[in-house]
């Protein structure tokens, strides 16, 4: 439970809110490489709730600038995309994608050398990696974070996004939530619940097991560990034959997670939840396999959606969402599934939604399954705290520490969460985790 104050402190990310601060220390995706074309349309772009335009010049390079055109506050939003830069519909003064203004054909070169400087746009940062386009909002930042499939070639891996209509630290926090699967994300079969695969019963390999054991034990037992980026949310279920199934879960400052329910050589899933506003946020969505190529079936099957992959449309909002109640069908309810509605990624997006805009942790009862949301919480107060005494916030300034892994393990009964994660993971549990 928070207090209301502290429920503005963690949700807000507006300019000059104790969480956007945070948040503008780090680089963040604002786009999609493939949302923009060279000399294509520009786009017009909401992030932390700021507007932005973002465009991308005849020779690749991304510029992510302010909207108002510094003559008499055009948006650029309308301008023409040429070679070297946009190009203001209205008087035809043009920007390069540092926000410089190189031409103003309004008046003579004489006026126009002298006012050049004084029509710079804001611009922020910009890098590409991971088929994201990443902004900075600060003057001089480190790399990009190396996340783990930052070595892969593209085609290891599949990245798209997804609208949710709410705010992002709710969003965050089903992320890192695994107790959740036991129900949200249950079967139905003869009114009871079941996994998410038939069962083969005792014995089965833990690729299927897994989704038993989720149902017999819907309490899991939680260990959470730092390192340098974030936290490991470790949630420990009994399985057959006094032995333990884990799931464990990355969370990496200030918004990304790197999601459990992949044994070796099983594709992995991550996602960062980039606030719009403070009401809606994208979800950037990763999938990736270290050991070999991607499928054209398998990307067919995430792009149209698939697990932690919305169903959505050309402008990646969610085919069921808050308008149309997620397409709930009481039916499938009674007979399926345990929400009536299709798609793991539609049944989180629905349920995070439904605790309203903005969550309201001052009336929530906490138990052990939610200490994974407490530690993210506290995390966030944490780097709230660092920002405002003038130091970098955890993982701001160690962009390699991003190297994390997440993913699911087996254990004897009773193991430690250190050495399961360390045993599984090796270095990529975390640096200096603890
Ligand atoms: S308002 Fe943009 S060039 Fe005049
Ligand atoms: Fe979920």
Not at 164 to 178: L, R, Y
Not at 263 to 286: L, Q
Not at 313 to 340: A, C, H, W
Not at 391 to 420: C, E, F, I, K
């Amino acid at each position: 439970m928070l207090t209301q104050q502290e429920n503005e402190r963690l949700t807000r990310t507006g300019p000059n809110t104790d969480m956007g601060k945070v948040f503008r220390q780090y680089w963040i995706p604002a786009l999609l490489s493939r949302e923009l074309e060279a000399e294509g349309a520009p786009k017009s772009l909401r992030i932390l709730g700021e507007e932005f335009i973002a465009f991308r010049d005849g020779e690749g390079r991304v510029g992510v600038v302010e909207p108002r055109c510094p003559h008499r506050g055009a948006n650029l939003f309308f301008g023409r995309n040429e070679s070297c830069g946009l190009r203001c519909a209205y008087h035809g003064w043009q920007f390069d994608t540092d926000g410089n203004c190189i031409d103003i054909p309004t008046v003579s070169e004489k006026v126009a050398e002298s006012l050049k400087p004084k029509a710079q746009l804001v611009s922020l940062k910009v890098q590409e990696s991971l088929g994201l386009v990443w902004v900075h909002f600060g003057e001089q930042p480190g790399d990009v974070p190396t996340l783990d499939f930052s070595e892969l070639p593209p085609e290891h891996y599949f990245v798209s996004k997804k609208l949710q209509q709410c705010n992002w630290a709710q969003a965050v926090e089903g992320g890192v939530d695994t107790a959740h699967f036991s129900y949200l994300h249950a079967n139905i079969d003869g009114g009871e619940r079941v996994g998410l695969m038939p069962s083969q019963g005792i014995n089965e390999p833990p690729e299927n097991g897994r989704y038993r054991w989720m149902i017999e034990d819907s309490s899991p037992r939680f260990t959470v560990l730092e390192h340098d980026a974030g936290l490991v949310m470790c949630a420990a279920r009994h399985a057959d034959n006094d032995q333990d199934y884990w799931r464990l879960t990355q969370f990496m400052m200030p918004c990304h997670s790197m999601a459990p329910n992949s044994f070796p050589g099983d594709n992995h899933v991550g996602n960062t939840w980039v606030p719009i506003d403070d009401e809606s946020c994208w979800i950037y969505c990763y999938t990736y396999n270290p050991e070999r190529p991607l499928t054209a079936k398998e990307r067919t099957m995430y792009a149209q959606g698939f697990g932690i992959f919305a169903s959505v449309d050309d402008d990646f909002v969610p085919l069921r969402r808050r308008e149309n109640n997620y397409l709930i069908d009481r039916d499938m309810q009674k007979n399926s599934n345990f929400t009536g509605i299709a798609g793991i990624s539609e049944q989180d997006q629905a349920i995070a939604d439904s605790q309203g805009l903005i969550a309201d942790r001052s009336r929530e009862l906490l138990g052990q399954t939610d200490l994974g949301v407490v530690k993210f919480r506290n995390l966030m107060f944490e780097a709230a705290d660092s920002v405002a005494a003038g130091r970098s916030p955890r993982g701001a300034d160690t962009p390699a520490a991003y190297r994390v892994r997440s993913g699911d393990a087996m254990s004897a009964s009773g193991a430690q969460a250190l050495d399961v994660a360390t045993d599984r993971f090796g270095v990529r549990a975390g640096v200096n985790v603890r």
